[in-house]
């Protein structure tokens, strides 16, 4: 069997939007531990990342109309709005309070962070808050 060595691990692999990638590698990096695989577009502004975390990985994508350059269709990719909950990520660690303190001291530091909707503000929780 050929080997593509690009390939993202694991059978599903969630494809995430974010505003400004280079700022969400760098968050998700920072906060939760990702490792870039790979990035493509401007060095400056990437268009797309894969991120590996644990045996798995996502994809970053950039806002665009359409699914790919070659397709002929109107998919809308966007990023998530307040308020809104587009997608969410589970990720397991070993040690649930050693991560969620780093992932604190990072957001802390990474203020604004580009959020996911998945730590879009809801009742009870504050932006930037990750869930234990």
């Given at each position: 069997?050929?080997?593509?060595?690009?390939?993202?691990?694991?059978?599903?692999?969630?494809?995430?939007?974010?505003?400004?990638?280079?700022?969400?590698?760098?968050?998700?990096?920072?906060?939760?531990?990702?490792?870039?695989?790979?990035?493509?577009?401007?060095?400056?502004?990437?268009?797309?990342?894969?991120?590996?975390?644990?045996?798995?990985?996502?994809?970053?994508?950039s806002?665009?109309?359409?699914?790919?350059?070659?397709?002929?269709?109107?998919?809308?990719?966007?990023?998530?709005?307040?308020?809104?909950?587009?997608?969410?990520?589970?990720?397991?660690?070993?040690?649930?309070?050693?991560?969620?303190?780093?992932?604190r001291?990072?957001v802390?530091?990474?203020?604004?962070?580009?959020?996911?909707?998945?730590?879009?503000?809801?009742?009870?929780?504050?932006?930037?808050?990750?869930?234990?």
């Open positions: 069997m050929l080997v593509n060595r690009s390939a993202a691990p694991g059978p599903v692999v969630p494809v995430l939007v974010y505003a400004n990638v280079g700022k969400a590698i760098k968050w998700l990096s920072q906060a939760f531990g990702f490792a870039e695989r790979f990035r493509y577009g401007p060095p400056g502004n990437p268009d797309g990342a894969q991120l590996a975390v644990g045996q798995g990985c996502v994809f970053l994508t806002p665009r109309v359409g699914q790919s350059p070659k397709w002929d269709d109107q998919a809308v990719f966007r990023a998530p709005r307040a308020g809104e909950v587009t997608h969410s990520v589970v990720v397991q660690v070993e040690d649930v309070d050693r991560h969620f303190e780093h992932a001291l990072a802390r530091r990474a203020q604004p962070a580009p959020l996911p909707a998945s730590a879009a503000p809801s009742p009870g929780r504050l932006p930037g808050q990750v869930r234990r």
